[in-house]
């Protein structure tokens, strides 16, 4: 697949051929989902927690006699049934995370960054960083790519001038090639890759089959 490069300031440079196995593939849903899914569930903290009738404090006394005073029967106060007593099959703290097949995770990436590629929402631009680690320069920069819009960068490396200059810019996401997110990278509305990312994907992926 040959994809336009662009300048900083939006201007067409040349032209890269993209490697075919990693843009060019027929887009998978079912593995997207699953990549999805597995990260969402990953960020979970499973950390709610609700007692149990055992757990509460009071009496295990019953409130009134069994018979005889026309009430339907109890026992105790800590029943689920009264203001203040125990949750039945509330949630306990758990850990919500499970493993993805590397393959499956692998195809997913591929999958998004094929239809990132084919719905023309990515964009190749020659590799640049922001020197002074200030957003208005990067603002510049993005003003002639995307305007508005959930917007992901995908870096050549864990450049943190570039970052620095991003963290404060509303809907604009970082990823380094070989650390991509499936729910950012399927959700951008304008994926951003910089000329070199785009060949260390290539070799990146090689090498994880190869293993």
Do not use: W
Request: with cysteine; hydrophobic share 35%.
């Amino acid at each position: 697949m040959d994809k336009k490069v662009f300048s900083t300031d939006g201007k067409e440079l040349r032209t890269i051929t993209l490697d075919d196995s990693i843009f060019g593939l027929p887009v998978n849903e079912d593995v997207i989902y699953y990549a999805i899914n597995n990260e969402l569930a990953n960020k979970r903290v499973g950390t709610a927690c609700t007692k149990t009738r055992s757990e509460v404090h009071g009496s295990n006394a019953k409130p009134y006699k069994q018979k005889g005073t026309g009430h339907a029967r109890r026992g105790d106060k800590k029943s689920p049934i009264n203001v203040g007593g125990g949750t039945i099959f509330g949630p306990k703290p758990r850990d919500f995370s499970y493993a993805l097949p590397k393959k499956v995770k692998r195809l997913a990436m591929k999958s998004i960054l094929s239809l990132q590629a084919q719905s023309d929402r990515l964009t190749v631009v020659e590799d640049f960083t922001v020197e002074s680690g200030k957003t208005k320069d990067l603002v510049k920069i993005l003003n002639n790519f995307a305007k508005d819009e959930r917007t992901v960068i995908i870096l050549k490396d864990n450049d943190a001038k570039i970052k620095q200059a991003g963290r404060n810019i509303h809907n604009v996401y970082f990823l380094s090639y070989n650390r991509l997110r499936a729910h950012d990278l399927f959700y951008g509305r304008k994926v951003i890759m910089l000329e070199s990312a785009a060949k260390n994907l290539s070799e990146f992926y090689k090498e994880e089959e190869a293993k």
